[in-house]
């Protein structure tokens, strides 16, 4: 049963344009999200993350929203860049960050020059 | 900084073998983390050190699995004896303080034949 869900596999945008990553999660303990971004035949890398207590973060070209209400998040990425593909993984914890992470099954997003 | 260094990067092995994979976290990292990717699935948690104790292994599968610690540095994970279904990517991850965004190693892609 997976309690963090990425129901998009694969994602294109082109260059220059606003890419949207969405994550859904069921467990209503969740206050801790973050998005990793993996590249091929790398380990994945720490993007952008966000509490419960927020409804709204940002890094650059990154943004992350938070609706608790309807356990959504997603991840804006604008403007896209063709360095920007790779795959997007979401991923969930409890007790601000003190549990194991779970996570989804990551969104292939690749940029279009 | 050197990173999250993991070894073999690469393993291949008939079913029954012992594989022995390692982890080097980050320099003065207390938190060391196994997570484990089976092809097209999402990273899952295996354990959790803080040192050389470790600190939560309910993500571990079975007793085949045997991970280590030893002084607080680096990290072993054996499997043994290896099934098919253990074949996947083997991550490592560590960080100063839980969670917030740890880095992760290029991991292990275990394949067992």
């Known amino acids: 049963d997976q309690q963090v869900k990425q129901n998009s596999p694969s994602l294109s945008v082109q260059e220059g344009r606003i890419s949207i990553l969405n994550c859904d999660y069921t467990?209503?303990?969740?206050?801790?999200f973050l998005w990793y971004k993996k590249y091929p035949a790398e380990g994945p890398t720490f993007l952008i993350s966000i509490s419960s207590i927020k409804d709204k973060n940002e890094d650059g070209r990154f943004t992350v929203f938070l609706n608790k209400s309807a356990k959504h998040l997603s991840l804006h990425i604008v403007p896209s860049q063709p360095g920007d593909s790779a795959v997007y993984f979401c991923a969930a914890s409890e007790f601000s960050g003190n549990t194991p992470l779970v996570f989804g099954k990551g969104t292939r997003l690749s940029v279009i020059a | 900084e050197a990173g999250v260094t993991q070894f073999p990067s690469h393993s291949v092995i008939e079913k029954g073998q012992t594989v022995t994979l390692r982890c080097d976290p980050i320099s003065g990292h207390d938190n060391l983390y196994w997570y484990r990717r089976v092809m097209g699935k999402e990273i899952k948690f295996l354990l959790h050190?803080?040192?050389?104790?470790?600190?939560?292994e309910s993500g571990m599968p079975n007793n085949r699995f045997l991970a280590e610690r030893t002084g607080g540095t680096y990290s072993t994970l054996k499997v043994q004896p290896a099934e098919l279904e253990d074949s996947g990517v083997y991550f490592c991850?560590?960080?100063?303080?839980?969670?917030?965004?740890?880095?992760f190693g290029s991991g292990t892609r275990l394949t067992v034949v």
């Open positions: 050190f803080v040192k050389e104790s470790k600190q939560d």
């Open positions: 991850a560590s960080s100063s303080t839980v969670n917030y965004g740890y880095t």
């Open positions: 467990n209503s303990m969740f206050d801790y």
